[in-house]
């Protein structure tokens, strides 16, 4: 595991996370994150943005 600050827009959150190896994935967000942040994800053009 591992604890680290995320920044985004005026907001700092400090997130732990499991930390694995992959190539598939640059990061995994966890159903509760998910949950509470509700993000509108534009996958044709990559971006994430929060409620």
Do not use: Q
């Not at 827009?9 to 509470?36: C, Q, Y």
């Amino acid at each position: 595991k591992a604890t680290f600050d995320v920044m985004y827009d005026d907001t700092t959150e400090s997130i732990t996370a499991w930390v694995i190896e992959t190539d598939r994935f640059d990061f995994i967000f966890g159903r509760s994150w998910l949950l509470k942040h509700n993000p509108h994800i534009d996958w044709r053009n990559g971006a994430v943005t929060l409620s």
